[in-house]
C-alpha cells in the first residue's frame, strides 16, 4: 500500500477535559462540530460524548482526546489516496497475511472518514488506514483570536508522530516500509562522542508517498520506554506560530519542554511543550516541501541549527515500561470508546 500522510491521532487521557481550554486557547485548535445540517449525512454522526474532538482545518477533526484511566495513544490515522487504494491495501494485508479489522460505516464515521481499517504494527501500536475524510468548507472556527491562517494540514496531513519503542526491530522496519508502503526519510544510529545517553541510540525516520511532508513515522529506541513520544503539527503563518509560544510560556500551565530553534535536516522551527496528556508536541513552522524524485538520504553531523534547548523533560516519564514488562499502551484495547451509535 502507499501511505499518504498523517490524517488524524487519538489518544487517552485522564486529562481528556483539559484539552478543552488548553486546546483551543493556547494552540488554537478549533472545537466546533461541523457536521450538523450537513447534507451528505442521513443520521447524526457518531461521536463519543466524552471525548474532546480538535481541529487544524476543515476536515472533521484531526486530533481526539477520549477519556482515560492513563495517558497513551489510542491509534493514528494513514490516510489512504482513494477507495480502490484502500481495497487494494487490504487485498495486500490479506497476501501478506497481516491481521487486520474492517471498521463497520459507523465506526469510520467517527473518525471522520468514509472507510477504516485497522493493525497493529509489531511494537502493539494501533494504526488505521482509511480513505476519504469528510470536510466542510469554511467550516474550521479557530479556538483563540488572533489566528491568521491556521494549521498546515490539508492533503499533506497533520504532520508526524514518534513513538518510543524499547527495541527498534527488524519487524519495524518492514512494517513501516513493507507494510504501510512509507519511503525512508532520515535516521540512523548516533553515536554519541560527548556524553549521549551512555550509548547508541537509533531513530528511523519515515515519509508517507508523494507527501510534501519530509516524515511522517518515526521510531525512536530507548531501552524500557514505549509510547507516543510527541505529535508534530504546524503552523502556516509565523505569527501564529509565535503567538503560540508566548502563550505557552505565560498562560499555559503546561510547560515548555524545549526553547524555539531551527532544526538541521529538516529546517523547520520548531519548539516543544508538554500537553494536557504527558506526550509532547511539537509546533512548527516553514517546513521542507519534499520532492519524492529528488530525494537522496543524508545525515547531518549535528541535529540543530540554533536554539532548541532543553528546559523541561524531553523523556517523559510516563513512557517507562512498568514492572510487569507490559507497555504503558493498552496492546488489547479495541476499536473503541465509541459512545453514540
Ligand atoms: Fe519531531
Redesign the pocket.
Known amino acids: 500500500m502507499e501511505v499518504r500522510a498523517l490524517g488524524y491521532v487519538g489518544v487517552r487521557s485522564p486529562n481528556a477535559e483539559k484539552w478543552r481550554t488548553w486546546g483551543a486557547e493556547i494552540m488554537g485548535f478549533g472545537m466546533n462540530d461541523p457536521t450538523p445540517a450537513t447534507s451528505a449525512l442521513t443520521q447524526a454522526a457518531p461521536v463519543d460524548g466524552d471525548a474532546v474532538y480538535l481541529r487544524m482545518d476543515d476536515r472533521k477533526w484531526r486530533l481526539a482526546v477520549y477519556p482515560g484511566k492513563k495517558d497513551e495513544i489510542a491509534f493514528v490515522g494513514w490516510e489512504l489516496t482513494d477507495r480502490l487504494a484502500f481495497r487494494d491495501a487490504l487485498r495486500e494485508l490479506d497476501e501478506k497475511g497481516v491481521k487486520y479489522e474492517v471498521a463497520t460505516e459507523l465506526e469510520a464515521l467517527e473518525r471522520g472518514v468514509q472507510g477504516m481499517a485497522w493493525m497493529r504494527d509489531p511494537a502493539g501500536f494501533r494504526h488505521e488506514i482509511f480513505w476519504s475524510g469528510y470536510y466542510l468548507e469554511d467550516s474550521f472556527e479557530p479556538g483563540r483570536r488572533p489566528m491568521k491562517k491556521g494549521f498546515r494540514c490539508g492533503a499533506e496531513g497533520i504532520g508526524?508522530v514518534?513513538f518510543m519503542v524499547s527495541e527498534f526491530t527488524q519487524e519495524l522496519d518492514d512494517f513501516a516500509t513493507g507494510v504501510l508502503g512509507m519511503r525512508l526519510y532520515a535516521g540512523g544510529v548516533s553515536i554519541p562522542l560527548t556524553g549521549g545517553d551512555g550509548g547508541r541510540v537509533r531513530t528511523e525516520m519515515y515519509r508517507g508517498r508523494r507527501n510534501l511532508r519530509s516524515h511522517n513515522l518515526?521510531y525512536m529506541e530507548k531501552k524500557g520506554y514505549h509510547g507516543l513520544h510527541?505529535l508534530?503539527i504546524e503552523y502556516d503563518d509565523l505569527d501564529d506560530w509565535g503567538r503560540t509560544y508566548d502563550l505557552v510560556k505565560h498562560k499555559s500551565e503546561f510547560p515548555l519542554i524545549m526553547t524555539m530553534g531551527r532544526h538541521q535536516a529538516d529546517t523547520f522551527l520548531?519548539f516543544y511543550a508538554q500537553t494536557p496528556s504527558s506526550f509532547v508536541c511539537?509546533i512548527a513552522w516553514g517546513s521542507k516541501q519534499m520532492d519524492d524524485e529528488a530525494f537522496v538520504q543524508d545525515r547531518p553531523l549535528h541535529s540543530f541549527v540554533w536554539g532548541l534547548d532543553m528546559v523541561g523533560p524531553v523523556i517523559m516519564d510516563y513512557l517507562k515500561v512498568d514492572e510487569t514488562g507490559q507497555a504503558a499502551d493498552s496492546f488489547g484495547s479495541d476499536l473503541r470508546p465509541i459512545a453514540a451509535e
Do not use: A, I, Y
Open positions: 508526524h514518534v518515526v510527541h508534530f520548531s511539537e
